[in-house]
């Protein structure tokens, strides 16, 4: 069965903090993808990278960077908190050949 | 650049009665698309996709979309809702020379007693 796991569900920051959000994934995938998701915005893209180093800006990148050291792990980091980076944050990969997404269950982030 | 858009942020329909919920989507080239369904507190989960084989394409859970593209659309239908429908649902496209996936901002759907 595959697997996209975020390393929490719930999170609460400090304004100014840096934060980091951690995914792994367990299915070999080239690709992989931070979304955030707010309502009525739907499903954002923040980064999305597509091979182990590479990067490439989303929609929205300003105030995250991303990390990909790995193949199978992708960070997403808050350089510095602010309270509109309060959301929920989803990680997904998919395979090239597949195409499709498969995500994690999200970390719902409040920033206070 | 690619986009999707979903027409009405929430759709209500009665159990047992047919949902239609509505995608058109922008892109230059024959695009990948994508439905996929967000329970509450949950990830999404993919729904269906259409990669250029079949225009009609079946889903889980009894629902299915069609492929127009001189509509530019791909509506999702089922013939008959259930009160476990309930959820958000999310289009989605992408490649077939990008592999960044571009959602639209979803429709909730309501199922009616």
């Known amino acids: 069965d595959v697997k996209v796991t975020q390393s929490s569900r719930y999170l609460v920051k400090r304004t100014g903090e840096k934060v980091f959000l951690e995914c792994v994934q367990d299915m070999d995938h080239e690709n992989m993808f931070w979304y955030r998701q707010d309502p009525g915005l739907g499903l954002r893209l923040i980064y999305f990278?597509?091979?182990?180093?590479?990067?490439e800006k989303g929609d929205i990148p300003e105030g995250y960077s991303v990390s990909r050291e790995k193949k199978e792990r992708f960070s997403l980091i808050l350089e510095s908190a602010s309270t509109n980076q309060t959301s929920m944050y989803l990680c997904?990969?998919?395979?090239?050949?597949?195409?499709?997404?498969?995500f994690g269950q999200g970390t719902r982030l409040t920033v206070v | 650049a690619q986009s999707v858009t979903q027409l009405g942020s929430h759709v209500s329909v009665s159990e047992g009665a047919l949902v239609l919920l509505r995608c058109n989507y922008s892109s230059s080239v024959p695009p990948y698309l994508f439905w996929y369904v967000q329970y509450p507190n949950q990830g999404l989960q993919l729904l269906l996709k259409?990669?250029?084989?079949?225009?009609l394409v079946k889903g889980i859970n009894g629902f299915e979309a069609e492929f127009k593209k001189s509509e530019t659309s791909f509506h999702l239908t089922k013939p008959s809702a259930h009160m476990s429908d309930a959820a958000e649902y999310f289009c989605a496209v992408s490649g077939p020379r990008d592999d960044k996936i571009i959602f639209g901002k979803g429709t909730r759907l309501h199922i009616l007693p």
């Open positions: 990278s597509y091979d182990v180093k590479m990067k």
């Open positions: 259409y990669t250029s084989a079949a225009t």
């Open positions: 997904a990969s998919s395979d090239s050949l597949n195409t499709e997404a498969f």
